[in-house]
């Protein structure tokens, strides 16, 4: 490998490599989650695509099946106000075929589950939300399962919005997980400021309504849960 310097007086330096790549597969189920999250109105803008239409559902799905093949566990998102945010790994309803088909695989190592009143607080949307947990609850691979609720909420109002969140949740299913991301803590809490004080006082003001806790470090994201570590990110 060449190499050249900077500088009026710089010249070139052959270096040496020397590579070895030793055999290895990947296990067909990831033993350390990692997730990452699409934006439907990326896709949706990109490729100009209608929401809900045959050809969107295509896409949502070839996205996903891209992401599984490196074992990485995907979700899709749509924002909603102040950071709300709803996201999904299957575009389908869990009555659907293809809903078994999504959370069923052995690659897919955890799945988000719409929360439909983050964008709507109708009773239909609460209705919807009841069907889904009514059904997936009882599947053997719930155990994947988890809510993504509201992308770092800044304030008190607003941690107080995912306690009620995930206690609509946990009152239909009492072992559901919700997620819960953060940098900081609330800005009308009294927690010093820093990346490590808000590391380890954030988690108490949402217990126990949230069970996996997600923080950033530089541009990357960590998530925690019962010891167990995995690294997130989103685009869009």
């Known amino acids: 490998m060449d190499m050249d310097g900077d500088g009026q007086e710089a010249s070139t330096i052959r270096v040496k490599l020397s590579v070895t790549v030793w055999d290895f597969v990947l296990p067909v189920t990831p033993s350390l989650p ?23 559902y295509g896409s949502l799905d070839m996205h996903y099946q891209w992401l599984l093949q490196y074992r990485i566990s995907p979700y899709f ?10 996201t999904y790994t299957c575009p389908w309803p869990a009555d659907h075929p293809k809903s078994e088909e999504y959370y069923s695989d052995p690659r897919l190592a ?21 069907k889904e947990l ?23 109002e ?6 009620r969140m995930s206690g609509e949740i946990r009152a239909i299913a009492p072992d559901a997980r919700v997620l819960t991301t953060y940098y900081c803590g609330p800005s009308d809490a009294p927690i010093a400021p820093g990346t ?3 590391f380890v006082k954030v988690p108490s003001f949402l217990r126990p309504h949230t069970q996996i806790y997600c923080t950033r470090n530089g541009g990357h994201m960590y998530a925690w849960d019962l010891q ?8 869009g």
């Open 34 to 56: 990692a997730v990452f999250g699409i934006s439907e109105t990326v896709i949706e803008d990109r490729f100009g695509l209608e929401h809900g239409s045959e050809d969107w």
């Open 77 to 86: 998102c749509r924002w909603g106000d102040n950071m709300r945010v709803l």
């Open 110 to 130: 955890v799945y988000a589950i719409p929360y439909a009143p983050v964008l709507s607080s109708t009773d239909a949307a609460k209705d919807v939300l009841r």
């Open 134 to 156: 009514e059904i997936l609850k009882r599947k053997p691979h719930w155990k994947k399962s988890y809510f993504y609720l509201w992308d770092e909420p800044l304030n008190l």
């Open 158 to 163: 607003q941690y107080d919005i995912i306690r």
């Open 196 to 198: 490590f004080e808000a």
């Open 228 to 235: 167990i570590l995995s690294q997130t990110g989103t685009l």
